[in-house]
């Protein structure tokens, strides 16, 4: 007799799906923030409700997915994001095993932009995860967050964020002393080759 699958490894009815996601779409509104156009990349999250330092205010909602069918989803993300110019990748690691894909349309917080100077902060509590602002938020201020994204394919991410502290590509802010020198060194030898 083999085991019984997990709720979360079975194939859920339709019934089963249509309501897991009316909790996770009520779980993913946030009564402080609204989806509007923007001027850092397409469509972006406002705060319509004053947010304090530490607040969390919404919840990044999506299909928990394992490690292998995340990598998958990243890269047709990305490549999508190639061809298209969409936005590319929207998948937060959880655990070990799982990874979550917020690709959904009922997602709004997918709607976040990054910024160099971001005024938010994706934090993991257990398997969810939360926006938590970085300090006080005003009305009709734009929602940040610093994606993190790594240095390999920096070049592959201009960021429009437009923020003072601006590197110009959409990396962490762990990598931008690195990203500092990689350009200081392509600038000289671009300046040495003349």
Not at 74 to 96: C, M, P, R, S
Not at 135 to 140: K, M, S
Not at 159 to 186: N, T
Request: proline share 2%.
């Amino acid at each position: 007799m083999g085991k019984k699958k997990r709720k979360s490894e079975r194939k859920l009815s339709k019934s089963e799906e249509r309501r897991r996601i009316e909790k996770l779409t009520k779980r993913g509104k946030s009564k402080s923030v609204e989806v509007r156009g923007s001027e850092i990349h397409g469509r972006g999250v406002y705060c319509i409700k004053p947010i304090k330092a530490e607040q969390y205010f919404i919840e990044y909602v999506g299909n928990r997915i394992g490690k292998n069918e995340g990598e998958k989803r990243a890269w047709d993300q990305f490549e999508k994001h190639e061809k298209t110019g969409a936005a590319a990748v929207y998948i937060f690691n959880l655990t070990k095993k799982w990874d979550l894909d917020g690709d959904v349309e009922w997602n709004p917080a997918r709607l976040i932009n990054h910024s160099c100077d971001p005024n938010s902060e994706a934090i993991q509590d257990g398997k969810r995860i939360h926006l938590q602002a970085l300090r006080d938020i005003g009305v009709d201020e734009e929602i940040t967050f610093d994606y993190g994204f790594d240095i390999e394919c920096y070049e592959d991410h201009p960021c429009r964020c437009g923020s003072g502290k601006c590197v110009g590509y959409i990396v962490g802010r762990d990598f931008h002393d690195q990203l500092a020198e990689r350009l200081a060194a392509k600038e000289e030898e671009t300046s040495g080759a003349k």
